[in-house]
C-alpha cells in the first residue's frame, strides 16, 4: 500500500525533472544564476528570484526565531495554568488560516500602512544603514517578508512549545534548588535542553516560508530584477512561477518547469533537515496536518 | 554557621562558603533584574504574536460580513467592469474538488497509514520519512505536478486535475494521521481479536480502525481544511471559470482562486467579493479545525 | 506531639545509632510549620529543631508528607500558585519564608539533592558541578575549579572522573549521576543539604556507596534525608521526625529524637507500630 504512494512521490519527481530538461538542453546549466529575466529576449536567468526567495524568508526566520521562540516560552511556562491549553489551541488554530487570506490582508491592510507610516518612519531611523534605499511604495520585500513571518509564526510557536513543556521537570527543579532565576532556568536548562527541537521547528517554517506561493505574490510588487533595497518591489520563484505559467510556452514553460525544479529541491533538502531534527514529537498525526 | 569545623579562620571550605554567598549576593540584583527584562520581553513578544494573527481574522469578517448577500450566494464571478456577482461556482468548484480530492485520499491515506502503523521495518521508516517530507512540500510545485500530470496528459484543465493536485497535498498528512492514531490504540484490543481466531483485515477493520476514530477524524478534518485552502496548484490545473461549472471534467473555479484573482483588481466589488470569499473560506476551515477537536474529544468520550 | 529537645535522662538510654546529645545551636528550626494546597492541608503543625553536623531523617509510610514538608525548607513550593507554607522556618537567624528573604540566595544556603539524579543534559560533567556557581555570579576560574574538585571528591567521584570532565553527564552510570549531583549541591557550600530519597532511584549496591557517602558528608554539611526505607533511616542517620498521615489526609509529626532511641522505645505507640513493620 505505501508503495502507492511512493509510486506517485517517484512519479512526481520524475515528471519535473523531465519537463525541465529542455531548458537544461537548450540553455545549459548556468542560467540558473543568471540574472536577467527576459523571455523576449530569451533569458531566463533565475538569480533575482533565488535572491527573492532567500532575502523574504530570511527577513521572516530573522523575526520568527526570537519572538517565536519568546513566544513559545511564555506559552509553556508563563502563561498561567488554566490558560494555557486555550491560547496554545488558538495559536495553533491559526496556522489553518489560508495564504491566500493573509494575502489578500496583506495587500488591502498592510500595504498602505506600510507605504504610508512604517517604511518612512523604518527609513528614518535605519536609513544609514543603506538597505532603506527608494520609494516607499509598500509592496516589496518588506511586506512579503512580515507575511511571511505572521504566517510561520504558528509553526514555530506550536512545535517549540511542545518540546519546551517537556523539559523534565526535575530538571527545572533541580536548576531552582540551586539558585538560579527564573530566567536562568530557561536559558541555561529549559531551552538548551529542547535545542534540537526548536531548531527543527525553525527548520520547518523556513521551509514553509521559501515554498509559500500566493501570500508572497499578491504583496511583493512582482518585479524581475535584483532588489537593492529592503523597500523594493522584487519576485520569488514560486511567485515567479504562478504568475508566468498560465501564459508562457516553449523555452520559456521549460524555464518555469526548471524553476519548479530548482523549489523542488529546495524543498526537500529544507524539510528533510528538518524533519530529521523534529522526529516526530507525540503530536505527530496532528501537526503534521496543522503545521506543514 | 555549623561549629563542626576547626579553624573557622584557615578553613577553606568555610572561605569558599564566605566568597560563594559574597558572589551570590552582589550579583543577586543583576541577576533579578535581568531576569524580569527577559521574562518581560516573552511577554512582550507573546503579545506581538497575538496582535496580527487577531488583525487577520478581524479584518476579514468586518469586510467580508457586508459581502454576504444572497446575490453572493447565488451568483457566478463576473469579469472585470461588471457590478454585482457571486461566488456560487467558486462554492461548486470548492466543493466538488474537495469532495473527490477527500473521496479518493481518505482510503488509500488510511490503508497506507494502517499499513505503516503494523510495520516496523526501514521500508516503512524510509516511506513515513517521505510522507513527513512532503507534507512540507511547496504547494505550487504539487500544481506544477497536477498540470504535468492530468492537464497535458489531458489537453485541459479540469476540477478533477485541481482535485488530483490538493489529493496529493492531503495524502501525507493522511496517512500519518492515520498511523498515529491506529499506533495509539492499546496492543490488547487488536491482540483480544486476534486471539480469538479473527483475520488480520477483519482486526484491522472492526477494531482497530473503530478505536482510532477520533484521531483519524481529527487528522482527516485537517487535512481536508488544509486543502480546501490551497491555492497555489488549483491556479495551475483548474484555471477557473466565470460560468457555473458541474462537470468536474472542465475547468472550474474556487474560492481561493477567486480571493487570489479579485485582490489585485480596483474594482471595489470584485474586492468586495473577494473579502466575502475570504470570510468564507476561513469560517470553513476553522470550523473543520475546531469541529475536529471537538469531534475528537466526544468521541474519546463516547468510546469509555 | 512529642517534645523534640531531649532531656538528658532520655538522651542517656539509647540504643543503636548515636547517642551524643545535640552539639550546639539548632542550625534550622521548624515552628508550627504547615503546608496546604489550595486550601487542602497537607502537612499540619510541624515543629522541631535540626542540629549541626546531623544526619535528621523524616520517616513514615508514603503519603505522610515528608517530601512536601522537605520542600518547604527550601521553598520549592514558591512556584505552586495553590501552595501555602505557614508557620516559622528559620535558618539561623533568617526567616526563611519572609518577603524580605530572597529565595535563590536561600538556596545557596539550603541545597537539594532529588530522588531521581537529574544532571543537566546538555552540561559536561564540570559544568554540572559548578552549576550552582555560574547561576550564582561565580566567575573566577579559580573558585570554580577550586570548589568542584572539593565537591566531586567529597562525593567520592573525583577519581573516576578526573580526566573526563569534559564528557558529558549522560555517560555516567545511575549512582554516578546521583553522586554528581551531589557534588553539584555541596559545590555551592550550602549550610544544610535536603536529600529526598536520594537512593530509591539506584541499585542496591549504588545505594550503599550513597549511604556511605552522605555518612561522611555529615561533617561538611548538616543533612535532612526523606526515606521511606527504615533500615537505611536506622544505618545513616542521627535523629529522626517520623510523621503519619492523620484521617484528613494531612501529614503530621508523631514524634520525633535521637534515631536509636526511636526505634527501640519509642514514645509512641503509632511509631512502635511503624518501627515493628507493621504498617507503611
Known amino acids: ?292 | 554557621m555549623t561549629t563542626l569545623t576547626l579553624d573557622a579562620s584557615t578553613d577553606p571550605i568555610l572561605e569558599r562558603r564566605r566568597a560563594i554567598q559574597d558572589a551570590a549576593a552582589t550579583s543577586l540584583g543583576r541577576r533579578k533584574i535581568s531576569s524580569k527584562i527577559a521574562i518581560g520581553i516573552c511577554w512582550a513578544f507573546l503579545a506581538i504574536a497575538i496582535v496580527p494573527l487577531v488583525a487577520v481574522i478581524v479584518y476579514v469578517v468586518v469586510k467580508g460580513l457586508p459581502a454576504w448577500n444572497t446575490d453572493f450566494f447565488t451568483q457566478s464571478t463576473v469579469p472585470e467592469g461588471i457590478p454585482g456577482g457571486g461566488v456560487w461556482n467558486a462554492i461548486v468548484g470548492t466543493a466538488e474538488i474537495g469532495f473527490f480530492a477527500t473521496a479518493v485520499t481518505v482510503p488509500i491515506g488510511l490503508l497506507c497509514g494502517l499499513t505503516l502503523a503494523e510495520s516496523d521495518g526501514r521500508i516503512a521508516a524510509a516511506v513515513r520519512f517521505t510522507a513527513d517530507v512532503m507534507t512540507g512540500m511547496p504547494s505550487i510545485t504539487i500544481g506544477i505536478f497536477g498540470y504535468i500530470a492530468i492537464v497535458k496528459t489531458t489537453g485541459q484543465y479540469s476540477g478533477l486535475a485541481g482535485a488530483f493536485a490538493i489529493g496529493f497535498i492531503m495524502l501525507p498528512v493522511i496517512m500519518r494521521a492515520g498511523e498515529t492514531a491506529i499506533r495509539g490504540v492499546p496492543r490488547d484490543l487488536s491482540e483480544a481479536a486476534l486471539a480469538l481466531g479473527a483475520r488480520r483485515a477483519t482486526v484491522a477493520r472492526r477494531v482497530l480502525v473503530p478505536a482510532a476514530l477520533p484521531g483519524i477524524t481529527t487528522g482527516v478534518l485537517l487535512a481536508v481544511a488544509r486543502g480546501l485552502g490551497e491555492t497555489a496548484p488549483l491556479l495551475l490545473t483548474i484555471f477557473g471559470n466565470q460560468y457555473l461549472q458541474w462537470n468536474p471534467t472542465k475547468p472550474m473555479e474556487a474560492l481561493p482562486l477567486v480571493i487570489y484573482n479579485n485582490s489585485s483588481q480596483p474594482y471595489a466589488n470584485l474586492l468586495q467579493i473577494a473579502w466575502g470569499a475570504a470570510l468564507l473560506l476561513m469560517v470553513v476551515v476553522l470550523v473543520l479545525s475546531v469541529g475536529s477537536r471537538v469531534l475528537a474529544v466526544f468521541l474519546q468520550r463516547e468510546r469509555r | 506531639m512529642i517534645d523534640p529537645t531531649p532531656t538528658p535522662d532520655v538522651a542517656e538510654d539509647l540504643g543503636s545509632g548515636t547517642d551524643e546529645p545535640p552539639a550546639g545551636e539548632p542550625v534550622m528550626r521548624l515552628q508550627d510549620v504547615a503546608v496546604a494546597f489550595a486550601g487542602r492541608a497537607a502537612v499540619r503543625s510541624v515543629s522541631f529543631d535540626v542540629y549541626p553536623g546531623e544526619i535528621t531523617a523524616l520517616i513514615g509510610p508514603s503519603g505522610s508528607g515528608k517530601t512536601t514538608l522537605l520542600r518547604a525548607l527550601n521553598r520549592l513550593h514558591d512556584t505552586e500558585r495553590s501552595a501555602s507554607v505557614t508557620g516559622t522556618i528559620l535558618l539561623g537567624d533568617t526567616d526563611v519564608n519572609a518577603d524580605s528573604t530572597d529565595p535563590t540566595l536561600l538556596r545557596t544556603r539550603v541545597g537539594m539533592v532529588f530522588q531521581r539524579p537529574n544532571p543537566f543534559p546538555t552540561m559536561s560533567i564540570y559544568e554540572n558541578a559548578v552549576a550552582g556557581l555560574r547561576f550564582n555570579g561565580v566567575r573566577k576560574k579559580a573558585l570554580l575549579d577550586e570548589a568542584a574538585e572539593s565537591a566531586l571528591i567529597a562525593a567520592a567521584l573525583w577519581e573516576s572522573v578526573r580526566d573526563r570532565l569534559k564528557a558529558h553527564a549522560s555517560t555516567l552510570s545511575g549512582g554516578e549521576q546521583q553522586r554528581l549531583c551531589i557534588a553539584r549541591a555541596l559545590a555551592v557550600e550550602p549550610e544544610v543539604l535536603l536529600m529526598d530519597e536520594p537512593t530509591s532511584a539506584l541499585d542496591p549496591i549504588a545505594t550503599t556507596r550513597i549511604e556511605e557517602l552522605i555518612g561522611e558528608l555529615k561533617h561538611r554539611v548538616t543533612i535532612i534525608i526523606v526515606t521511606h526505607n527504615m533500615q537505611q533511616a536506622m544505618r545513616v542517620s542521627d535523629r529522626c521526625a517520623f510523621l503519619l498521615m492523620g484521617e484528613d489526609k494531612a501529614g503530621e509529626l508523631i514524634e520525633v529524637g535521637p534515631t536509636g532511641r526511636l526505634f527501640s522505645e519509642p514514645s509512641d505507640p503509632r511509631t512502635l507500630d511503624y518501627v515493628n513493620g507493621r504498617f507503611g
Open chain 1, 1 to 292: 500500500m505505501g508503495a502507492i504512494f511512493v509510486g506517485l512521490v517517484a512519479w512526481f519527481i520524475i515528471s519535473m525533472i523531465v519537463q525541465a530538461r529542455p531548458a537544461f538542453s537548450t540553455l545549459g546549466f548556468s542560467w540558473i544564476i543568471q540574472k536577467t529575466w527576459d523571455p523576449t529576449h530569451n533569458k531566463y536567468g533565475l538569480l533575482p528570484f533565488i535572491l527573492g526567495t532567500v532575502e523574504t524568508t530570511a527577513i521572516a526566520m530573522v523575526l520568527a526565531l526570537p519572538i517565536g521562540l519568546g513566544t513559545a516560552l511564555a506559552l509553556a511556562y508563563l502563561v498561567p495554568h488554566r490558560v494555557r491549553q486555550g491560547l496554545s489551541s488558538a495559536v495553533e488554530l491559526l496556522a489553518a488560516v489560508p495564504s491566500v487570506v493573509y494575502g489578500l490582508w496583506g495587500l488591502i491592510v498592510l500595504a498602505p500602512l506600510f507605504r504610508e507610516d512604517v517604511e518612512p518612519f523604518l527609513t528614518s531611523i535605519l536609513g544609514w544603514t543603506g538597505l532603506f534605499n527608494g520609494p516607499n511604495e509598500g509592496v516589496g520585500l518588506l511586506l512579503a517578508g512580515i507575511i511571511l513571518f505572521v504566517m510561520v509564526l504558528p509553526t514555530m510557536v506550536a512545535i517549540s512549545r511542545d518540546v519546551l513543556a517537556v523539559v523534565p521537570s526535575e530538571q527545572v527543579e533541580g536548576a531552582m534548588a540551586l539558585g538560579a532565576t527564573r530566567w536562568q532556568v530557561l536559558r541555561k536548562v529549559v531551552v538548551p535542553g529542547a535545542r534540537t527541537g526548536i531548531l527543527g521547528a525553525f527548520t520547518l517554517a523556513t521551509g514553509r516560508a521559501l515554498g509559500e506561493t500566493v501570500a508572497v505574490a499578491l504583496v511583493i510588487g512582482n518585479s524581475p530584477y535584483i532588489a537593492h533595497s529592503v523597500k523594493s518591489t522584487a519576485s520569488t520563484l514560486p511567485a515567479l512561477i504562478v504568475n508566468n505559467f498560465g501564459e508562457a510556452t516553449g523555452t520559456e514553460l521549460s524555464a518555469l518547469f526548471g524553476a519548479g525544479l530548482v523549489l523542488l529541491l529546495i524543498g526537500i533538502t529544507v524539510n528533510a533537515v528538518a524533519r530529521v531534527l523534529v522526529r516526530s514529537t507525540a503530536r505527530s498525526g496532528a501537526a503534521s496536518a496543522a503545521v506543514a
